[in-house]
């Protein structure tokens, strides 16, 4: 036992030191750094961020499609809790897509509606949108909402940059990556085995320029006072079938 407190301890030290970098940036933006009580994950709590409430975590995965450890986000926004969007990595996309059909094509519409993720059923409940401005962006993201006016919405000029640059280096091709808006907040997710500084860094700065979107998108229906439809209860699947395999 006491071994074994004294390798837990020697851990939780190993760690404090691999991660310095990170406590000191977070430490900069006045927010909190812990390690968990396991010494295999981490919480970054920022209550005073200008957008609203940021919590960065760093951890074991919390989504099947994601393998051994995930760095994940969620910004509290504020936003109208109706508000969903998403962006989703092309390839991670596909896998999602066919295992949703093969699901709801196999009668099991009950399991899929109440076990499965929001993200996976928001592929053939919501319009993807194919035009945007990066053709970069574009061939390894796919967006989509409630309309395809949203989702464009949502990927303006500023987004559809940012998922670009973060195609080049951020997310390789094939990682596991979903952002999207709900219940008022942003929400991101992504395989990281270690997560260094500059990951960090480069996964906020690509969800602040989502969240200054989301804030825009708000707004914009907001002053329409007119909510598209987004009961997830009776969704149905799209006409459009997943890409068959290559």
């Known amino acids: 036992m006491v071994i074994k407190q004294v390798k837990h301890w020697m851990k939780l030290r190993a760690n404090a030191a691999a ?12 927010a909190r750094f812990d390690q968990n009580e396991e010494g295999d994950g981490f919480l970054i709590d920022e209550p005073k961020n200008p957008l609203g409430h940021l919590r960065i975590e760093w951890g074991p995965s919390q989504r099947a499609y994601i393998e051994g450890q995930e760095l994940r986000l969620r910004w509290e926004l504020g936003v109208h809790p ?3 969007m998403m962006a989703i990595e092309r390839e991670l996309r596909d ?12 009668t099991l519409q009950t399991r899929i509606d109440t076990d499965t993720p929001e993200e996976m059923r928001w592929l053939v409940m919501f319009q993807q949108i194919e035009n945007w401005k990066s053709k970069l962006a574009r061939a390894r993201f796919s967006v989509c909402s409630v309309t395809k006016e949203v989702a464009a919405a949502w990927c303006d000029d500023a987004l559809s940059d940012a998922l670009a640059l973060a195609s080049q280096d951020l997310v390789a091709q094939g990682q596991p990556f979903v952002m999207l808006t709900q219940r008022g907040n942003l929400y991101v997710r992504t395989a990281a085995a270690q997560p260094t500084l500059d990951q960090i860094k480069n996964i906020v700065s690509l969800a602040e320029v989502a969240a200054k979107g989301a804030k825009r998108v708000d707004q914009l229906l907001g002053e329409a006072a007119t909510w598209p439809n987004t009961a997830s209860s009776a969704w ?3 006409t459009r079938s997943p890409e068959p395999d290559a």
């Open 236 to 238: 149905q699947p799209s």
């Open 82 to 84: 109706e508000l969903q």
């Open 95 to 106: 896998v999602l897509e066919k295992a949703v059909f093969e699901a709801y094509t196999d």
């Open 19 to 30: 991660w310095k970098a990170i406590t000191d940036w977070a430490e900069a933006r006045e």
